[in-house]
Structure formats: structure tokens, C-alpha cells
């Protein structure tokens, strides 16, 4: 029993749903599924450390027939031992280690090493996803604008170079298919860096607003939207680049994405503020369509 000593090659980034590969290990999980690690996928894998977009939903096509993917799942492995999600214990990149992605596939499904495979992953929920993917980007940078004059002190800049309420405040984000849900913390850290939530409940409505127009303004100009990526290995860095007028927006991303803006046709936003655990948590559900 091997294990691979390179990276997974991945071709989503590039916007590939079928990919051949080569199956260069089969582990059977304590739970009884198998780990399918193949030398490249066009599949998707949920990453552990910041898992908003989720695993794509894909077949392995053998000579014998297709094996449904359960799950796909970042992993690592150092040659003796394979670690998936939240139990690989050194961080992405490290030496010596191989970061993977892990095919999950049922129990004593049929395949084995040295097996040739054609990954095929369903376009449908692949398109929906990165559609739900780029509105997430979009509406992160038009509230970014929508709460810039929120600001006591001067925060970190955004990808347009406003103050990045997005990245300082963010707690979870969730890619699903045509929409994305974001959940940021106004808690005591947040004020502390010069943010100011009073009034922001009353205010809720008229930013929504003034969020939806610019979203509506930016699709309107159907900008390019492109992964640019230091490699194809799973750990390259990727990053998310759309042309929008004068200015150009990139932000560091994994996920999977629409090629131009005009493909989104309506993106808006609904925002709403909610109490959990005695801190302050504003949601914003982006829907695409
Ligand atoms: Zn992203």
C-alpha cells in the first residue's frame, strides 16, 4: 500500500468537469467507505480549514460502470498514514506531506489501484454552485461598500480598496447552488477595530437597497471573471479576479466559478440581524436569478 507523493493535480480552478485520471490508492475508512486518491480530478473537495464551497457531486467512470461520490474531501498524507478533513494534523503545505483529494466512495465499491477513471462531475450543480460562488464575492464587496462610512478607524482594505468589513467580520460562508449565505460577528473584537453597529438594525433595509444596486450596476457590465492560480497542484494559491470597470477585484479562493457576470443575470441580498449567545449576527443571503 502507497501513498502518493505529490500533490492531487486539480482542474475545477480552470473550470474542467471531467477530467481522466489514474487511481494511485484505495483505502477503506474506518467507517467502512473507501478513499479513492487519484493523480488528478476535475472534482471539487470540501477543504476542512475554510469549507465554504462544498464537495462536487460526481461519478468515477470505470471500465465496469460509474461509482457515485459520496463525499470529496481535502486530505494529506505523509506515506504512512492518510488524513482527511479536520484530522490532518500539520498545515497545508507543509513538507514532506502530500495534500489529496479524497474520492469517497461506498463500501467494497469496485476499483483498485493502477484502475484508469474518467472523473465526471454533474455541470448542472457545478454551474449553480459557482454561480452561487462569484454572487458570494460580489455581494461580500458591495456590503463592503454599503457600511464604508461604519468605520472609526481604517481596517484592512478590501479588493476594491474600501475597508474590508467582509473579511474582518466573517464567521461562516456557505456556497450552495445559485445562492450563498454569510454570517458575520458584531461583537466586541469588531468594535474594538473602529466598527460601529449602533443603528444598524433600522439601517438594515436601506442597505440591502443600496447593496442590490450595486450588484445590479456591476452584472449590468458583464465583467470577466478568471482563476488565476500559482499551479494545478491542490495546494497552489488561486485567486478569484474580476475585471470590473477601472478596477480590477482579486481575492484569494479555492472555489469554482461563472466566467463573466452576465451569466448571473439578478443577484440580491437580503440581510438580517440576529442575537446568538448575547453577541450581535448579521446574515446576508445572496440569491442568484
Ligand atoms: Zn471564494
Partial sequence: MTYPVADTRVTYAAG???ASALVLHVEDLSDGRRAVLLDTTCA???DAGWP??????????TET????LLDCIVGATDGIGLHLGREIPV??????????AAHIVAAGAPIAEGDAVRVVVDPGVRARTSAGHTACHLASLALNLAVEDRWKKQPRPDALGRPDFDGTAIDVSLIGENTSTDAYRLG???????FVTEGLDEALPLLAETI?????????TDAAVRIDRDGDALTDRRYWVCELPGTSARIPCGGTHVSRLGELGRVRVTLELH??????????VTTVG
Avoid at 65 to 68: E, F, K, P, Q, Y
Avoid at 189 to 194: P, Q, T
Avoid at 275 to 284: E, I, N, P, W
Fill in 275 to 284: 442575537d446568538v449567545d448575547g453577541t450581535s449576527v448579521l446574515t446576508m
Fill in 91 to 100: 498545515p497545508k503545505g507543509a513538507a514532506g506531506w502530500a495534500f489529496v
Fill in 188 to 194: 466586541k473584537s469588531l468594535r474594538k477595530k473602529g
Fill in 212 to 220: 442590490n444596486t450595486t450588484l445590479a450596476d456591476w452584472v449590468a
Fill in 44 to 46: 471539487h473537495p470540501v
Fill in 52 to 61: 465554504d464551497q462544498g464537495a462536487d457531486q460526481a461519478v468515477l467512470r
Fill in 65 to 68: 460502470g460509474d461509482i457515485a
Fill in 16 to 18: 474542467a468537469a471531467e
